[in-house]
């Protein structure tokens, strides 16, 4: 890898490992709320988004701690876990906004639009708006109060 570009992305590894994890959590996230959406909770999107939510965050909780902050922390694992599940649930209120506004006070949802209004408008408001709103969130969140960097008792650089 050219040197410049190896300085930067050893300058933002955390950024990036948090992105990778992201990513991976993105995926599961979208994968569970339309399982349900489309099946057992129909009439529940908003629910269905949370349940999601929760189990990817439940993911982001091992990724994170086991790669993304590893060189960071050091606080007891229950103290830790505690905090960023604190985290993580206002992420996931930050998360639920934009789709609750989007079904339920702009009623972008059928019958009052189209099927493929309703689910783009879901798409676009839990999965990008939502998503990026608590992403930004929890990376700040988890810097600064999960795994804090005046904890950690050694810099590893991996």
Known sequence: MPEPLRRVLLKHR????????G?????????????????VLEAKPV??????????TIVSYVLNREW??????????????????????????INLIPPYVSRYVLDLETPHVSLLVQETADFVSGSIIGMLLATGFRFWGFRKWVFPDQLREHRSYD
Do not use: P
């Not at 629910?47 to 990817?56: D, G, Q």
């Open 14 to 21: 955390e950024l990036l490992k948090f992105g990778i994890v």
């Open 23 to 39: 990513g991976t959590t993105f995926v599961i996230d979208n994968a569970i709320w339309y399982l349900l959406k489309f099946t």
């Open 47 to 56: 629910t269905a988004k949370a349940i999601a939510v929760i189990i990817a």
């Open 68 to 93: 993304s902050f590893r060189s960071r922390g050091g606080r007891e694992r229950h103290h830790e876990a505690a905090l960023f599940f604190l985290i993580s649930g206002c992420g996931v209120v």
